[in-house]
Structure formats: structure tokens, C-alpha cells
């Protein structure tokens, strides 16, 4: 190979393989060779699918796996159902399960010739915003190895971050996709509910939930979305042509620039509280959109600043429901010698889930239980309405809405475990859109030097529902004028420890 | 409101939600499931009066897939990520009688 093909977009990837300059089976080695050589260091992957990824490959190069994606390794967070290998959610209580079936995504994925090369870590069952929860081990942040990843999507950004894979598939029920991808430097967008299918994904707050990929750079965002996006019969809360309109070709546009951009900036995002380098880097960003001709319009979203207590009722409540499942019966762990069914239950599932998981499915169950489910889970059903409409509102008067993905840089690994209510407020920018159940997307915006290291920064646009497209070319316009998401993290193998 | 939850509340909540902990664990969760819920108190500063209560992000109801039969994981499928089967059932301590009951 002439030129470090891990050091190419994913499409670069592609039009190498379908131009024939390249072989898939080449490809994938020279991925697997980066994996070994430093995941030791990063720690993002749970499992690495090398023999069937190199028989997929060859299937590739014998013409007879071919389509949009055709021999590009994509990395799958480990909350996504995979018929081969394994899919543990990063969780003791999943063990050794092996999923019977594939989620919608990955027979997508698969359709279009690309070619799963493994599968990622996160915190456990998705609940947490640093994969400091995961139940193996941490992932570190490739900028930083002393750093966190963000999360929980965590392993899946730091494998892109590290070009361990040319794009990836992250989970977001309250961030999970974007704020990893922002502490990563790459780019993280998660589509309106109902644009992905959710079949498959191991369920953590399914009114919340979402698929979507992160990537180098925007148009690879927009290439994976165009494969995984559409209406799936297996999941009732996919959209279809009725509710979600069609699906676009996000490729398409992608190089204009939006005509008359009015881009929302809402006071409530940009606190005095953020990192001072948080705030200067969404600040150049709006600069350089108004040199771009964008019109920039102020948005009050005055219910801001409650979306993390409505978040942490609704989802926990969604979790402790959907982590019923995990009973010790029907797969994973199962204690030693229960003395009855219901200790069978109770012991398997102390045993299985880790503290953070444990903390999610009390306060769900207490949300929930007879007295307190006025005060508590239907309160925050009112205050979701309220959030919906403050977006409501403000998209009415811009196309999107530029702000911070998260109030601070990657922090240190360990630096927010002790209190677990300070991890939550950190993930004030993010919910609210999960919450009103519309897309947004981070990409990369700037650095900030910290204790010697450059860690990435990163801007989120908020949009609409059912704005991809939108979002996405706006995006291309922020990239075109900035050369944030060429640069890579400087990772040896010596970095490790 | 700022109820702090006691050992006791959190005991009967961890019944509820099927989790075996020890008396260490229920004393750290009683805390910290405290902080947060006085932390979600900050919702009654809103006046909901009158606000429709919102479960789900889209208005889609009642959507059915076309009733033609399909391609169902077979019995060793379903039972092969069990910890313990004994085909075609799973297998579980005895629930009547002794069994410990609900």
C-alpha cells in the first residue's frame, strides 16, 4: 500500500477497495495489525472478529460482497445484537451470551458489504458517560490514555479516534453517542427516535434510545446513516414514509452549503460554569458560521437546566423494566445455589449487574412504586412536554442549534466516580434531545491543552426531527473551514499504563 | 420535599427490583439514592398544571407489521444461552410448595 489506508476516510476506504487500488483482505489486516499492536493501550475492544472479518473480506474481493460499504471495517458497540461472537454489554450478568439473531442494523450493515471487525466496550448496559462502568475494564481516551473516552459509547469513539476502524455503530439515551465522540474528537450523530431501527439493541431506556454511527468525518456519518436509516416492521417505534417522511440520500447536498442558515444559540447552553475552552470553541464556531453568511438568531429554551432530573426518572424508570429480563433463568449468569426462585433471581442479578446498573434499576423501581409514581415518573413526563416544546418553539425561528456537547473536556479516569449525581449533571447538553427525541450531532471544533496533553473540543448542532440531512450539511460547511477532524491523537504501543 | 430514604425504604425497594444486597450496600445506596432524588425535587419548581403528560417521543399508535407467519429461533436456540435447561424447558428451582413462593 503507498498510503496508510487507516489514515483515509471511510469513503476514501471504500473508492480504494471498489477502484480495485487496494484489497479488502489487505485492508482488514492492516486494521487487525493497528488493533493488536495498540488497543493494548485504549482497551476498546470487548472482541475482535478477526477470522470471519478476513473471510468477509475475501468475499469482498471475489466480487461477491459488494455494495455502498463494501469491505470498510466498522466496529459495533457491544449493546448491539450480533448473531456471530459475542454480545455482552460490557456486563458480567450477559457472560458468554451469544445473540441468536442480528439486529436490523448489522443486516444492514452487512448488506451493504461492510465488514464488522469487532465489538466495542461501554459501560455496562449503556448507563454511564465515561466506560468507567463498564464490567471488564476501562477504555482509555487515545489523546490521553490517563483519560476517560466519554460514554458510554466509549470504546466505539476512541476506536475511530485511534483509527482502530474506518467508522462504527454507538448507542445514545442521553448522550452516549455524542459525548464520547466529542471527548474523542470524532464526529457522533444521533438521529431522530424512530430514524434507525432499535431492533436488536439491547434495550435501555426505549423511549430514549437510539442507533447511530460515529465517525472520522461528516460525509462518513452520512454514508453510514444512508445504510442503517428506514422502516423496520420488527420495531413499531421506526418510522416510515407516513411518520418520518422519506428516508434522503445524506450524500446528497453534502458539498452545498444550506441557503439562508439561521443557526439558534440559546443562552442556557453556554454557562459560565462550562470550561472557559468549551465556551471559546463553540464561540469561533458561531464567528466563522456568520462569515459563512449563517444568520444567528438567540433561542430561549428556559426548561434547559431540568432535562437531567426529568432524564434520570425516565430512563431509570424505562431501566428498571427492561433489565427485568435479567433473571438468571433464560441466559447469563446464574448464582451458585439459590435457596428458592426468588433468591435464584435476586442473587443472580446482584451478582451480574455492577453498582451503577444496580443505582439505575432502585431509582427506576422506586420512580415507580405505589406512592410515589405521582411525585416522581408522571412529574417528569410533564416536564419532558415541556422540554419537547421549548425545542418546539425554537425551531421555529432557526434551523439548528449550536451549543456544547458536554461542559468540559475528557476528564480523568476516576475523577467522577466517587459521586455519582456530579457524572449525571455532566451530561446537561445531551439529554434534552433524547428526551424531545430529536437528532443531534457532535464533530470536532477545536483543542484545548491541559496538563500538557491537546484534548480534542467539540460543538453539537441540535435540529428538528427528522433534520439529518440538514444537520449534516451544516456540519460539511463547519468542516470545509476547519481542519479539526484530519488531526489524529500520536499513539505507540509504549503508551500504554 | 426532601425526604432522605432510611436502610428500610431502600430494603423494600431492592425486593421490588429482584436485587440480593448486603447491608453495606443498601446503607451506600440509601445515600446516594437520596442526593438524587433530592437533586429531582428541582422539577417542583415547575408548575405542570394542565401539561399533558409525554410517555414517548413520537405520536405513532397502534402499529401493526402484516399478520403473515414468520421465522421463529428454534427450541435450541432459545435455550442455548441458558444456565441450565433440560429440553425443551428451562430449568428452575421448584416454584410451588417450599419453593419460597413471591
Known sequence: MPIDITQQSLSGIRDAIASRAVTAAAVVERYLNRIAALDGAVGAFNEVLTQRAMRRAELVDNGELRGPLAGVPIAIKDNICTSFGKTTCSSKILGDYRSPFNATVIDRLERAGAIIIGKTNLDEFAMGSSCENSGFAPTRNPWDTDRVPGGSSGGSAAAVAADLCAGALGSDTGGSIRQPAAFCGVVGLKPTYGRVSRYGLVAYGSSLDQIGPITRTVADAAAMLNVIAGHDPLDSTCADEITGGPVPDFNMGLGTPVENLRIGVAQQYMSDSNDPAVNDAVSSAIERFEKMGATIVVVDLPHTEYGVPCYYIVATAEASSNLARFDGVHYGHRTARPNDLIDLYSASRAEGFGDEVKRRIMLGTYALSSGYYDAYYLKAQKVRRLIKRDFDNAFNQCDAIICPPAPAPAFRLGANTADPLQMYMADVYTVNANLAGIPGMTMPAGFTEVDGRRLPLGLQLLGPTFSEHKLLRIGAMFERETDYTSQRPVLSPASAG | ?102
Open chain 2, 1 to 102: 420535599m426532601s425526604e432522605r430514604l432510611t436502610d428500610d425504604d431502600v430494603k423494600k425497594v431492592a425486593k421490588l427490583a429482584r436485587l440480593k444486597l448486603n447491608d453495606e450496600q443498601i446503607h451506600a445506596f440509601a445515600g446516594q439514592l437520596s442526593d438524587v432524588l433530592s437533586y429531582v425535587h428541582k422539577l417542583d419548581e415547575l408548575d405542570v398544571t394542565g401539561v399533558e403528560p409525554m410517555a414517548h417521543p413520537t405520536d405513532m399508535t397502534n402499529r401493526f407489521r402484516d399478520d403473515t407467519p414468520g421465522r421463529p429461533i428454534s427450541v435450541d436456540q432459545a435455550l442455548a444461552n441458558a444456565p441450565e435447561s433440560d429440553p425443551p424447558f428451562f430449568k428452575v428451582p421448584k416454584v410451588l410448595g417450599d419453593g419460597g413462593g413471591a
